[in-house]
């Protein structure tokens, strides 16, 4: 019945569930600005929702407060991608842009031709695709996207795609992964890279596994703790050694291998 369930996961932090296709995006307000991380499928009117919530959430009942102050953007809110998956993407399609990491610039550019001939053969349209433009313009020498009393760093977490990034949020040490680190990761896909890249992406992770306690991925209302990354490096790095897994026949034909607490798809 309802498109969107709000959970309020923090002060001015919304998770946004969107039952119908099972993906989770998040709504981050600062004192200056708010980040929309990921847009889902799109079911239900997304920014219409964020536009309610921003009401909700500003002092004053008004979203003026999340207005650039010096002649910013014409938007109070950035939408980022955390990849350019359709199921992360479709719900944001009526913005005029969405921000992501360069490297899923073609990959969405073609997963969106893909969505738009299915949709056209429904007898549906979807919007134009935004601008898209690079994370690298919103961040500061540090990486950091700045919010206004809270920032949100760009974490590269390559692997599922080879854009993917997490945006951790530092003030609240909270680690929005997408696809990139979650309970069940993709590996399978014809744009994931090989378990072995996938392995040095999680490696490199670990001096930042300090900097939060919870992880937010895209397909799930629970968050996971930060030990989740140390149990997924576990999996991977035993699944290189010694493939195992059960055969898998959708979306595409794959291996999946069940570990502590996390599983992986990869190519058989
Ligand atoms: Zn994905």
């Not at 842009?97 to 899923?104: S, V």
């Not at 979650?182 to 072995?196: A, G, H, R």
């Not at 397909?219 to 898998?248: C, M, R, W, Y």
Request: aromatic share 8%; net charge negative.
């Amino acid at each position: 019945m309802n498109t969107y369930q709000v959970t309020l996961i923090g002060e001015g932090i919304y998770l946004i569930f969107e039952p119908a296709e099972d993906v989770c995006m998040y709504l981050v307000v600062g004192e200056k600005k708010a980040a929309l991380i990921d847009g889902g499928m799109g079911t239900g009117n997304l920014p219409g929702l964020v536009e309610e919530l921003l009401k909700e959430t500003s002092p004053g009942g008004s979203p003026s407060a999340v207005l650039p102050a010096e002649g910013g953007l014409p938007q109070a809110v950035f939408p980022l991608l955390s990849h350019g998956h359709g199921d992360h993407y479709l719900g944001m399609l009526t913005y005029a842009m969405i921000y992501l990491d360069e490297a899923d610039i073609t990959l969405i550019r073609s997963d969106y031709e893909t969505e738009k001939k299915e949709a056209k053969a429904e007898g549906e349209s979807l919007p134009p695709l935004p601008g898209l433009l690079p994370l690298s313009e919103l961040t500061d020498e540090d990486g950091r996207i700045d919010l206004g009393g809270r920032h949100l760093r760009i974490i590269p977490i390559p692997g599922h795609t080879p854009g993917s990034v997490g945006f951790l949020l530092e003030e609240e040490r909270i680690l929005f992964s997408g696809d990139g680190l979650t309970y069940n990761v993709w590996m399978q896909l014809p744009e994931s890279s090989s378990l072995e890249d996938y392995l040095e992406t999680l490696y490199a992770l670990r001096p930042v596994a300090g900097d939060f306690d919870r992880i937010y991925t895209g397909h799930s209302q629970n968050p996971f703790g930060a030990d989740h990354l140390e149990k997924v490096i576990d999996l991977i790095e035993k699944v290189i050694q010694e493939p195992f897994g059960t055969p898998v026949e959708e979306p595409f034909p794959a291996i999946e291998a069940t570990g502590d607490g996390c599983v992986v798809t990869y190519r058989r």
